[in-house]
C-alpha cells in the first residue's frame, strides 16, 4: 500500500477537487501520480500535504514506520475476535482507538480498520460493518494486490470476511475461493478447522459433495482432538448431510448418530431439531417410513420451539404422506404448513407438493398449471437443483399423455438444469 492512497482518501474525505487541492502546494500531474502510485514524493512535499490537510506530518512521512507495541495489540485483537471474546475484543479496540488518533503506518492502519469491521461483523452490526469496511478499508486498498501485502495476518482476515461475505450473498465459487486462499495463512488448529468445515460448506452449496467430505473430516479430527464437542457435532451433522448427498445412507447414519449422542449431551435443540431431519431423510431413502416419520415428526416438534426451517420437515413429511396415498393427511399438514410459509421460494416448494397432490385427485390441469409455475420460477432464479426433478417429472406426465413436444420441451429443460447443475 502507498500514500498516494492514504492522501486521496483523506482529501475526497474533505470534499476537495484534486486540482482545487494542488494549488500553491504542488502541481496537478505531479499529484495526480502520486495518488495512483506513480510517482513517489518527497519529504518536504508530504509536510505540506499534511499541512494542508491538517493532520500530523508524521501520518505522511512515516507512513512506512510499524509500531511494535500496536502490532502486539492488533494480534492480540484479531485472536479474541477469533475466539469470539467480544467484551475483550472491544476494550482492546477502545484502547486502540485512545492511544492512536492516527497510525502512522499504512499497512497497520488498514490492518486496524479491517479488524474494526471484523468486530462488527462479529457483533452482526452490518450496517458499521459496511461503513468501515467500504469507506475506510477499500479507499487504503485501492490498486493494491493483496497477495502482495507482506502481513500474513492482514491477508488471512481479508480472505475470511472476503470468503465469509460471498457465502451471506450465496456467491459460493468465490467464498471457496478466499476460504481457499485463508487456509494456509491461518496457524490456531482450531481456526484452521473452522476454516476447512467452511471450505466443506462452500463445496457442499456447490454440489461437490465428494470434495467437500476430505475437509469436514479433516476438521473433524480436530475438533475430537482438541475436545471441541459442540464444533464435533455440528461436523458429524454436516458429514451426515454430505453423505445423504452421496447416497451413502450407511455413512450418513452413523454420522448423524455420533452428531445426536454430542447434541444430546449438550442440550443443543436446534442442532438435534436438524439431526433429526436428516435421520429422516436417511430412513426415508432406505424406505423405513414409519422410523423415517418419527424423525421428521419429533425435528418438526423441535424446530416450531426455535422457529428453526420448519418448511423442509413439512416438506418431507408431506412427501412420505404422498408416497402412502394418505390424501386426507396431506391435504391437513398442507395447510398447517402455509402458516410458515414467510419466503417466496418455499412458497413454490410446497406448491409443488400441492400439484402432486392434485395428480393423485385427477384433477390434471390445475397440476399442470402448479408445475409450470414452480418450473418457471426455479429456472428465472437458477435453482438448478430444485428445477430439474420437477422439469423431469413434467415431462414423463406429457410423454405418458401422449404429447410429446411439451414432453420434449420439459426433458430440455432438465437437461439445462443438469449442465448448470455439473458444469
Known amino acids: 500500500m502507498h500514500i498516494g492512497n492514504r492522501i486521496k482518501k483523506l482529501r475526497e474525505s474533505l470534499g476537495i477537487k484534486r486540482k482545487d487541492f494542488a494549488s500553491g502546494v504542488i502541481s496537478y500531474s505531479h499529484l495526480s501520480n502520486i495518488e495512483v502510485g506513480k510517482n513517489g514524493a518527497s519529504e518536504e512535499i508530504l509536510i505540506a500535504i499534511a499541512k494542508k490537510l491538517n493532520v500530523p506530518k508524521e501520518y505522511l512521512t512515516r507512513y512506512k514506520d510499524i509500531d511494535h507495541d500496536l502490532e502486539t495489540k492488533l494480534s492480540s485483537l484479531k485472536a479474541n475476535l477469533d475466539l469470539k471474546n467480544l467484551d475483550e475484543a472491544e476494550s482492546i479496540l477502545e484502547n486502540i482507538k485512545k492511544d492512536y488518533p492516527y497510525i502512522n503506518s499504512i499497512d497497520q492502519e488498514a490492518l486496524y480498520y479491517l479488524l474494526e469491521s471484523y468486530y462488527y461483523f462479529r457483533t452482526n452490526n452490518h450496517k458499521d460493518f459496511a461503513i468501515i469496511y467500504e469507506k475506510e478499508l477499500l479507499p487504503l486498498l485501492e490498486i493494491v494486490e493483496i497477495d502482495r501485502i507482506p502481513s500474513e495476518l492482514f491477508k488471512e482476515t481479508y480472505y475470511y470476511l472476503n470468503a465469509v461475505n460471498h457465502f451471506t450473498n450465496k456467491q459460493y465459487e468465490d467464498s471457496y475461493q478466499c476460504f481457499l486462499k485463508q487456509l494456509p495463512l491461518v496457524k490456531d488448529p ?234
Open 190 to 423: 482450531i481456526i484452521k478447522a473452522g476454516t476447512n468445515y467452511n471450505i466443506a460448506l462452500s463445496l457442499a452449496k456447490l454440489n461437490k459433495t465428494n470434495l467437500a467430505i476430505p475437509y469436514a473430516n479433516n476438521a473433524l479430527d480436530v475438533y475430537l482432538h482438541e475436545n471441541k464437542w459442540t464444533n464435533a457435532a455440528e461436523n458429524y451433522t454436516l458429514l451426515g448431510g454430505l453423505y445423504i448427498e452421496e447416497r451413502d445412507f450407511a455413512s450418513a447414519e452413523q454420522n448423524l448418530l455420533k452428531a445426536l449422542d454430542l447434541a444430546e449431551n449438550f442440550n443443543n435443540e436446534k442442532l438435534k431439531g436438524k439431526i433429526y431431519h436428516n435421520l429422516g431423510i436417511v430412513y426415508k431413502n432406505l424406505k423405513k417410513l414409519n422410523k423415517s416419520m418419527d424423525y421428521f415428526l419429533k425435528s418438526l416438534e423441535l424446530n416450531k420451539a426455535t422457529n428453526n426451517e420448519l418448511f423442509i420437515t413439512y416438506e418431507s413429511i408431506m412427501e412420505i404422506y404422498l408416497e402412502q396415498n394418505s390424501l386426507d393427511d396431506l391435504t391437513n399438514i398442507l395447510k398447517e404448513a402455509k402458516q410458515y410459509c414467510n419466503k417466496e421460494e418455499d412458497a413454490y416448494h410446497f406448491k409443488i407438493i400441492e400439484a402432486k397432490l392434485l395428480l393423485k385427485q385427477n384433477q390434471l390441469a390445475e397440476y399442470e398449471l402448479l408445475m409450470k409455475e414452480a418450473i418457471e420460477y426455479y429456472y428465472k432464479n437458477k435453482m438448478w437443483k430444485h428445477l430439474l426433478p420437477i422439469s423431469e417429472e413434467l415431462g414423463n406426465f406429457y410423454k405418458e399423455s401422449k404429447k410429446y413436444k411439451p414432453a420434449s420441451q420439459y426433458y430440455k429443460i432438465a437437461l439445462d438444469a443438469v449442465s448448470d447443475l455439473y458444469k
